[in-house]
């Protein structure tokens, strides 16, 4: 992997922590709208794609961030978020006073919001943002962006957040609540594929024929976003992951722990979690999320159609 380039002038800098399907797009959007942008990610491989297409790579995220106005971590939780900012290589001591740091991880609103603290006692910004939009949307500069945090992190954001996205909402002045309207997303997000892939699959086992199912569907008032964009992928038997029964795994868990802190009953996210938990158990977790329609076949019976890709076993 190259070192770390110059900076090749005054555009605003801009560094990429996770260069996977969503950082990647993110990273050449950010770089089309004319920012200086570094990238980095744990594999390699995903730095050299990004050099590719003339972007900056950096062997670690620190290196990443040193002489960046913006970072924008691309993870997958607290986890990996915390490991990002205060890591052994870790990009909270690299960052020069007065950057911004935004989160686009999925997470608990309260990790959001002790993340927040420590960023911002070491004299940096941070911006909970959370992205909705899946990858496409990502490439195209055309995300949802659900942001919370102070003024002056989403004045030195700025750039970067209209690179990136088509919508930004600005949903607070503190930590935390844009990760609370992302649970939200969700929660909502979770249990329309988890019903689309119980409907399409109880359509098989009546014997319909799948394609005008999804045509008839599609134009009634049964129909859903995830409806519309996951049972594609059944009918053509593709489940390679463009979001995995993992991300919903975790997702469904985090709403779960939210709600019972609250004491407040989330019955159907909980009936969802279920059968992410057994489609990842039998073997699917790394497939495409519409992978519970094989499971709903797999209990069932029922015949859904099939493809030469060869998906994970049940």
Same mark, same amino acid.
């Given at each position: 992997m190259p070192p770390l380039a110059e900076n090749s002038g005054s555009a605003v800098v801009a560094a990429v922590i996770g260069l996977g399907s969503m950082g990647l797009g993110m990273a050449l959007s950010m770089k089309r709208a004319g920012l200086d942008v570094v990238g980095y990610d744990i594999t390699p491989a995903?730095? &050299?794609? *990004?050099?590719?297409?003339?972007g900056r790579g950096a062997s670690t995220p620190a290196a990443t961030?040193?002489?960046?106005?913006?970072? $924008?971590?691309? !993870?997958?939780?607290?986890? #990996?978020?915390?490991?990002?900012?205060?890591?052994? +290589?870790? $990009?909270?001591r690299a960052?020069?006073?007065?950057? @911004? *740091?935004?989160s686009s991880a999925?997470?608990?609103?309260? !990790?959001?919001?002790?993340?927040? #603290?420590?960023?911002?006692?070491?004299?940096?910004h941070y911006l909970d943002a959370p992205?909705?939009?899946?990858?496409?949307?990502?490439? %195209?500069? +055309?995300?949802?962006i659900m942001a919370s945090g102070s003024r002056q992190a989403f004045d030195t954001a700025r750039p970067g957040l209209d690179a990136m996205a088509a919508k930004v909402y600005e949903l607070g002045d503190e930590a935390g609540k844009g990760a609370a309207f992302k649970m939200i997303n969700q929660l909502l997000a979770g249990v329309h594929i988890a019903a689309?892939?119980?409907?399409?699959? *109880?359509?098989?086992? #009546?014997?319909?024929?799948?394609?005008? @199912?999804? +045509?008839?569907?599609?134009?009634s008032a049964g129909n859903s976003w995830m409806f519309e964009n996951r049972v594609p992928h059944v009918l053509a038997g593709d489940y390679t992951p463009l979001s995995s029964i993992e991300i *919903?795994?975790? &997702?469904?868990?985090?709403?779960?722990?939210?709600? %019972?802190?609250? %004491?407040?009953?989330v019955p159907l996210a909980a009936a969802a979690l279920q059968m992410y938990l057994a489609a990842s158990g039998a073997g699917m977790g790394r497939d495409d999320d519409s992978s519970l329609a094989r499971l709903y076949a797999k209990l069932?019976?029922? +015949?859904l159609p099939s493809s030469t890709k060869e998906p994970h076993s049940l």
């Open positions: 995903a730095v &050299d794609r *990004f050099i590719a297409d003339a961030a040193k002489d960046a106005d913006i970072v $924008v971590s691309v !993870v997958v939780n607290g986890a #990996q978020t915390e490991a990002v900012l205060f890591g052994p +290589e870790g $990009v909270a960052m020069k006073p007065g950057a @911004v *740091f935004i999925t997470m608990d609103p309260a !990790v959001a919001r002790n993340l927040a #603290q420590r960023t911002e006692a070491l004299g940096l992205i909705s939009g899946g990858a496409a949307k990502s490439a %195209r500069g +055309e995300l949802t689309a892939c119980e409907a399409i699959t *109880f359509a098989a086992k #009546q014997g319909l024929d799948l394609d005008k @199912v999804y +045509e008839v569907i599609t134009a *919903f795994v975790k &997702d469904l868990g985090i709403v779960q722990d939210m709600a %019972r802190s609250e %004491r407040y009953p069932s019976g029922a +015949e």
